[in-house]
């Protein structure tokens, strides 16, 4: 009897003591925006990567066929999707915000492969960062003087300074351009309520396809909110196995009344019981 019971009581424990989302049918459950695509973990010969520690954090390449690659162009054409209804001149770019609800979940990862993987099909991408907090542009991309390199709040600061003087190019095949936040402010959310802050996303939709914005968490601060009237879709990033299933809430409240425009959200770092394709998986075995 105890052998029967026991492995059940274990089982039902497990999952009541489980606050981390672990699966994609948890989003569907706690969230009604739409699920704009699963991100799975990194693997090398069937061995996890431990991301925080490669070199290269920009894994889509035009020649990478890997499940995380693949994953990204799934992503890449689920956008179209999400981006039809929009009400703005077709002749502008398409101006993307990636967030999530605490530091940690995989916004900066998610988002510079993306620009890479638009940046591969033939489309002109900058990549913004307007993290002014806590900004890791220096930990994905080589910049010329690192973490010090000037960006978004010297061109805000300094009335002198163009869009052109503080964009850089990515040294890669098919690159996209980048604008990194530059020095940390003292005061980052008056920073973003600058005039030169639409100005800025003015000029940058008169030249490029998408501007890939990768932004500070949103229940940790106000920034993201302040600059949300800029974009037309919000990608909200939940990280499987690190996100609390009680937080939530905080998506979902800011879909329903509206505060951020156009979300979806993107499971990240989804394990091996993820359903990517009906069962038949990336690259057909």
């Known amino acids: 009897f105890f052998g029967l019971v026991l492995p059940f009581m274990i089982i039902y424990l497990r999952d009541l003591f489980n606050i981390r989302v672990s699966l994609r049918e948890d989003l569907e459950k706690y969230l009604s925006m739409p699920i704009i695509g699963s991100i799975p ?36 054409t689920n956008l179209d999707f999400l981006l039809a209804g929009s009400k703005k001149d077709p002749s502008l770019g398409k101006v993307i915000f990636v967030t999530s609800t605490i530091s940690g979940e995989g916004k900066t990862l998610i988002s510079s492969n ?71 402010p003292p005061n980052p959310a008056e920073m973003l309520m600058h005039d030169r802050v639409k100005q800025m996303f003015d000029e940058l939709q008169q030249y490029y396809d998408y501007i890939i914005v990768d932004t500070a968490p949103v229940s940790l601060v106000t920034d993201t909110l302040l600059i949300g009237d800029y974009a037309d879709l919000v990608i909200y990033i939940v990280r499987e196995g690190y996100s609390d299933k009680r937080v939530l809430q905080v998506p979902e409240t800011f879909y329903r009344d509206k505060r951020l425009p156009n979300m979806a959200v993107l499971l990240n770092s989804a394990g091996d019981k993820t359903n990517y394709n009906y069962g038949y998986g990336y690259g057909y075995g």
């Open 114 to 184: 993306l620009a890479k993987t638009l940046s591969i099909s033939g489309k002109k991408v900058i990549y913004v960062g307007t993290d002014l907090r806590d900004p890791k542009f220096h930990e994905i991309l080589d910049m010329p003087r690192g973490k010090e390199t000037e960006g978004f709040t010297n061109y805000i600061l300094n009335s002198g300074l163009k869009p052109a003087d503080v964009i850089y190019t990515q040294d890669d095949e098919d690159p996209f351009d980048f604008l990194p936040s530059g020095a940390i």
């Open 41 to 76: 973990r990194t693997r090398l010969k069937d061995k996890k990567i431990d991301i925080k520690k490669a070199k290269n954090k920009i894994i889509v390449s035009r020649t990478n066929r890997s499940s995380m690659a693949e994953a990204f162009r799934i992503l890449r």
